[in-house]
């Protein structure tokens, strides 16, 4: 679902499309906004427009129709290099015969800086990313984490207002992704800087955004901050993308105000917050988190209907119990309890009831 593109947004979007063959459109009508100084992460899989969308932000890519505005003006037709973004790629993008230092002064040289000011700026940047004792030494002397602390101090270092980064962590191993996220997000908010982030990586999104634009088939599914999308997803597709989701389909039986009936297709009958439901025998397919799931009658409001499952799997995770259960037929339906003193630990044959609150159950779309 697109949201309409607002007159005070520093970075927008408005009807735009993109088409390679004149026929087949990778970005369809889109109309978003981004705030000055938010994080903006574009997620999705791959083929979902999210990359073309940077690109064409960037000028590396023309849109086919619609605007793209950059604080309220269009850039259409602005030429990459003047548009005073500030780029970071997954593979770097260094200059491989220039030393770190050359590698920044090169986008203050293009914009005409004298040789004193480009030093205190090339300092301040390299600082910025705690890299200052490697000035004099080329990329291939560093290591992958090193290289990607120099790319994004290259895309500071003219201090632009708006930074654009396309899957910028995607070659580094979890431990230094992890480490990377937290240094740019609080860089792009102690510099007051825009961001747009590309990613495929839903942990990246929830983690670093200020909001998350879900894609798939060229369209945002959803946008909002990453604690609604997770928790209040719009349709099945972003339900299952983001996070760990268990599903089960079925048909609405009764709608009453906030809560409805679904009758699973094994025939159970479970409770349900309507989303993208609205009468009843409508198809629904209802998704629900892991971690809402209880076992423990006594946390249950009196009425709500519990399901009777068999436990396939039990998993010491240490913080958490991970069980697997089979469910209306499903026999992949994940249980995440607290590990407490309280909490069973199930054993595999185990027949057990669950349940749920009824507004951690979402009827959503059901895909054909």
């Given amino acids: 679902m697109a949201e309409a593109a607002n007159n005070d947004a520093f970075v927008a979007f408005e009807r735009v499309q993109k088409s390679y063959d004149g026929v087949t459109l990778v970005v369809k009508d889109l109309n978003l906004s981004v705030a000055k100084g938010e994080f903006l992460t574009m997620l999705g899989p791959s083929g979902s427009g999210k990359t073309t969308c940077l690109m064409m932000l960037a000028g590396f890519e023309t849109a086919t ?20 973004i500030g780029m970071v790629f997954q593979n770097y993008a260094l200059f491989p015969h220039m030393s770190v230092g050359e590698n920044l002064a090169f986008p203050l040289e293009v914009r005409g800086m004298g040789k004193s000011d480009r030093e205190k700026s090339i300092k301040r940047a390299l600082d910025m990313v705690q890299m200052g004792d490697f000035i004099n030494r080329r990329p291939a002397q560093l290591s992958g984490g090193q290289q990607q602390r120099i790319a994004l101090a290259r895309a500071l270092v003219f201090e632009p207002e708006l930074v654009l980064m396309d899957e910028p962590l995607g070659a580094l191993d979890k431990q230094l992704r992890e480490q990377l996220q937290f240094e740019i997000t609080r860089l792009a908010h102690d510099l007051g800087i825009t961001t747009v982030y590309v990613t495929h990586d839903q942990t990246e999104a929830l983690t670093m955004s200020d909001n998350v634009a879900v894609f798939d088939d060229g369209r945002i599914q959803q946008l909002d901050p990453p604690d609604v999308l997770y928790e209040e997803p719009r349709n099945s597709f972003v339900a299952q993308f ?7 389909d079925g048909v609405v039986k009764e709608i009453s105000g906030e809560r409805c009936v679904v009758e ?17 025998g409508e198809r629904t397919r209802v998704s629900i988190r892991p971690e809402r799931i209880e076992a423990n009658k006594e946390r249950l409001a009196e009425g709500v209907h519990t399901i009777q499952a068999e436990v396939m799997e039990f998993i010491y995770m240490g913080d958490v119990f991970r ?18 003193p309280d909490q069973v630990r199930h054993k595999p044959g185990d027949m057990i009831e669950i349940g ?3 507004e951690d159950c979402r009827a959503l779309d059901c895909p054909a």
Wanted: no cysteine; charged share 25%; proline share 8%.
């Fill in 242 to 248: 983001i996070g760990e989701n268990n599903t089960l």
């Fill in 356 to 358: 749920w609150l009824p």
């Fill in 323 to 340: 069980t697997r259960l089979k469910v209306a037929g499903n026999d992949d339906f994940i249980m995440k309890t607290r590990n407490a």
């Fill in 65 to 84: 129709t619609g605007d793209i505005l950059l604080d309220g003006k269009p850039i259409n037709s602005v030429p990459p290099h003047k548009r005073g």
């Fill in 264 to 280: 699973l297709d094994g025939g159970e009958l479970i409770d349900a917050k309507p989303v993208n439901v609205s009468k009843s």
